[in-house]
């Protein structure tokens, strides 16, 4: 389960979808986002991952990663479907036991908000396969660029958030090691009730909050060294720059949203 855990991960290479604009990449992101909280049918879900898998393929990026960046949240998935299952009512119960019913209506919510959540899940990964941390800050710091005129730290804003996007796969790497170490002492992590497993984690939190704290003290030793002061007057290896492909990208994500929307008035699938 750790070493699924691909969030923050980034893949190097030369596909059109690399080549964007981060910026772009950033706000197309988040109109997809607006998308699938848009659609209200089964066809507008559908039709948004499968844009997602034709960026995947596009991208280079195998389509196994998708797996892979579900798997760590399927647990709250199958919770948040449980619960849409037991809590939602309709008319007539398809099944009914002491307090527990389930109708129908409970069951489509439930599979139309797993299917929403995957697909929001696929859209944010791509975001991070497909782009480089320092791209990324780049693009933030460049969008929040107004707000430093009401004298928003936007700059160190961006900077923390990319740092605590890239340290996740770091941290999950250290988690593995610790795991495995313990484990080859005769800690039996995977083992017995809730309560044993979760007390069997505290000699894996401890190690790992130590290793954290020491990552965090030898990158800012690192930044002091190379004179780190902020944003103020630094300068960039790589400048953002729009190209033909960015706006080609927009024009297909707006007809994307436009789709969601014709699809919402006249719904084919319930």
Known sequence: MIKDITIGQYFPGHSVIHRLDSRVKLLLDMLYLVILFTAQSYTGILLGMLFMVIC???AGIKLNMILKSIKPILPLMIFTGILNVLFIKGETPLFQWWIIEVYPEGIRTALFMLLRIVALIVGMSLLTYTTSPIMLTDAIERLLGPLKKLHFPVHELSMM???????IPTLVEETDKIMSAQKARGA??????????????IPVLIPLFVSAFKRANELATAMECRCYRGG??????????????DYIASGIMLALFAAVIVINCFPVLP
């Open 161 to 167: 958030m990319t740092i605590a996007l890239r340290f």
């Open 56 to 58: 995947y393929i596009l």
């Open 232 to 245: 103020e007057g630094r300068t960039r290896l790589r400048q953002l720059k729009t190209a033909p492909r």
């Open 188 to 201: 039996e992590l995977d083992s017995g009730g809730l309560m044993k497993k979760a007390k069997a984690l």
